[in-house]
């Protein structure tokens, strides 16, 4: 039973064009949520996150909106570039309890 | 600080035979996590310490895993014995706290033959 879905498995974006990256949830009770980014063959990395408390979070070209009310949440790359290109996987969490990771989208922004 | 180190990195075996995964986490880092990511299920969580006890590991598929800590810088997954649908990547994430950014290693490629 899949808690943290991404409905989406690929997107691809022109270069310099904003990516939009989709998050549904199930779990109420999430109260934090995270996206990291992949590269083949490493580790997942951490690249921003967000508490239920807030709805908006900005890090550079990376913002992440949350939408309570809909169990969603999305990443926007502005500008995307090639370095962008990656899998990118949102995830959630409940207080001190473990995450919950989506099955991930993969991005390519073409030069 | 060198981040989370795993080994091996890639690790072959046939049916039956046991396997050992290894995972260093980041010094200071209090929360050890292992993960194991399918082309199915995507990653799950398997289970995770807390100041090296275990506090849940609900994820772990069966009893041929176990997982230990001994000590604060070093953790094992056990596979025992070994079957070709535990292929997968397997990963451990260290942090200072939960809920948290998660630091994970470069991963140990399962493959059971």
């Known amino acids: 039973d899949q808690q943290v879905k991404q409905n989406s498995p690929s997107l691809s974006v022109q270069e310099g064009r904003i990516s939009i990256l989709n998050c549904d949830y199930t779990n109420s009770m999430f109260d934090y949520f995270l996206w990291y980014k992949k590269y083949p063959a490493e580790g997942p990395t951490f690249l921003i996150s967000?508490?239920?408390?807030?709805d908006k979070n900005e890090d550079g070209s990376f913002t992440v909106f949350l939408n309570k009310s809909a169990k969603h949440l999305s990443l926007h790359i502005v500008p995307s570039q090639p370095g962008d290109s990656a899998v990118y996987f949102c995830a959630a969490q409940t207080g001190a309890n473990n995450l919950f990771f989506g099955t991930g989208t993969r991005l390519t922004v073409i030069p | 600080d060198a981040g989370v180190i795993q080994s091996p990195r890639h690790e072959v075996t046939e049916m039956g035979q046991e396997v050992t995964l290894r995972c260093k986490p980041i010094?200071?880092?209090?929360?050890l996590f292992w993960y194991r990511q399918t082309m199915m299920r995507g990653l799950e969580l398997l289970i995770y310490f807390n100041n090296n006890v275990p506090i849940d590991d609900s994820g772990m598929p069966e009893d041929r895993f176990s997982a230990k800590m001994p000590n604060a810088s070093f953790s094992t997954l056990k596979i025992q014995p070994s079957e070709p649908r535990d292929s997968a990547v397997y990963f451990c994430?260290?942090?200072?706290?939960?809920?948290?950014?998660?630091?994970f290693g470069p991963g140990t490629r399962l493959t059971v033959l």
């Open positions: 010094s200071g880092h209090d929360y």
């Open positions: 994430a260290s942090s200072l706290r939960t809920p948290g950014e998660q630091f």
């Open positions: 967000i508490s239920s408390i807030k």
